[in-house]
Structure formats: structure tokens, C-alpha cells
């Protein structure tokens, strides 16, 4: 059973970085795609994007210039970075597997921008 | 485009059957999955592919396709299916639906 970790600050100024990790416990780390998801408060789910094992990204194309996912290979983690952010990207954020039968997700970070 | 739809909220009696749809164009070539969610608590998959369960999913969800449309359907509702549900799909990218409330009567 996978299982997903995830830590990171959770509340920002305006204009700094939102930095979060994932670790992925259990399971095989390489041939999947490992999503960052985050979900405003009280509304719905948005995907951010996601990376691999090899380091192949695909991203939101509205968050696309200000997003960065990474990935640590030799520690099965993943990490993703907001630049800039403000009090639109309040949110939770999630880290999750997203593919057929593994629909694995962290428990969530809420992550508050406030001055 | 990449985008799914979904009615906002729908209603059904305790014991009742209910079916949650999905629209989107990426629907004709990819199959929608289905994730629960309940307050305070991060999705949970209940359907994936053609109409798989995960393991400790109730057989009361199921789902289909057809053309640009997924369902979800649930066969007898209970009090604990109350929720939002989402359907996701992958089309040149990840996309959700927008969320669908279920509220058992």
C-alpha cells in the first residue's frame, strides 16, 4: 500500500515562494507520474501538475509560469514550488498518485497567504 | 478542450439510486475516474477505468461511459455516501470536474 507524506510552511506573505514536499512510502516510486492538486477553500479541486521519476514535468498551463515540480529520487520525494503567490493560492494542497487502481493522496497542507 | 463537467449538486433518498455525471471531451478517448470526498478529508478513489472498484469500495458505486459522458451511479444510497464527488480524466493533461455535492435525503 502506498502511502504519502507531505510537509512544507503553511502560511506565507505575498510574493514568497510556497515550497512543499511529498515522500512516498511503499510501492514502486519510478513508472508512475506523482501529481501535486490543490483545493481553495470551500471550492473544488484544481491539478496542478506532475513529474516522474526521470524528472518529466507537465503542468497546469494557468499556474505553468510560476510552478516547479522536483523530484529526489534517492529519497522517493517530490516537491513543488509557487512563486510569488498571493491570497489566491490559498488553499489546501495535496500530493498524489493519480494513475487507474493507485489513487494514492497525501492528507493535505493548507497553506494560507496572508499579509 | 480539457475540461469536465458536472452538476453543481444533486439529491437523492436514503436507499435510492442516484447517477452523477461527467462531460468533457476528453471522455471519448479516456476513461473518467471517481474520487469521494468528505469534509475535512482528502479524495477518496471509488471508481477507475471502465468500471473497477479499489478494494473496500462498496459494490453500491459503479460506472459507465458513453461517448463524451461518465457516470457514476450509486445503487441504494446510503447515509455515508453523502458527499462531493469528482470525476477526473487525463487528456493533454490532468483535469477534475468541478464537483458534484450529494445530499441523502
Not at chain 1, 510501492?27 to 524528472?55: A, C, D, T, V
Request: charged fraction near 15%; include cysteine.
Amino acid at each position: 500500500q502506498v502511502q504519502l507524506q507531505q510537509w512544507g510552511a503553511g502560511l506565507l506573505k505575498p510574493s514568497e515562494t510556497l515550497s512543499l514536499t511529498c515522500a512516498v512510502y511503499g510501492g514502486s516510486f519510478s513508472g508512475y507520474y506523482w501529481s501535486w492538486i490543490r483545493q481553495p477553500p470551500g471550492k473544488g479541486l484544481e491539478w496542478i501538475g506532475e513529474i516522474n521519476h526521470s524528472g518529466s514535468t507537465n503542468y497546469n498551463p494557468s499556474l505553468k509560469s510560476r510552478v516547479t515540480i522536483s523530484v529526489d529520487t534517492s529519497k522517493n520525494q517530490f516537491s513543488l514550488k509557487l512563486s510569488s503567490v498571493t491570497a489566491a493560492d490559498t488553499a489546501v494542497y495535496y500530493c498524489a498518485l493519480l494513475e487507474g487502481a493507485r489513487g494514492y493522496w497525501g492528507q493535505g497542507t493548507l497553506v494560507t497567504v496572508s499579509s | 478542450s480539457s475540461e469536465l463537467t458536472q452538476d453543481p449538486a444533486v439529491s437523492v433518498a436514503l436507499g435510492q439510486t442516484v447517477r452523477i455525471t461527467c462531460q468533457g471531451d476528453s471522455l471519448r478517448s479516456y476513461y473518467a475516474s471517481w474520487y469521494q470526498q468528505k469534509p475535512g478529508q482528502a479524495p477518496v478513489l471509488v471508481i477507475y477505468g471502465k468500471n473497477n472498484r479499489p478494494s473496500g469500495i462498496p459494490d453500491r458505486f459503479s460506472g459507465s461511459s458513453s461517448g463524451n459522458t461518465a457516470s457514476l451511479t450509486i445503487t441504494g444510497a446510503q447515509a455515508e455516501d453523502e458527499a462531493d464527488y469528482y470525476c477526473n480524466s487525463r487528456d493533454i493533461w490532468v483535469v477534475f470536474g468541478g464537483g458534484t455535492k450529494l445530499t441523502v435525503l
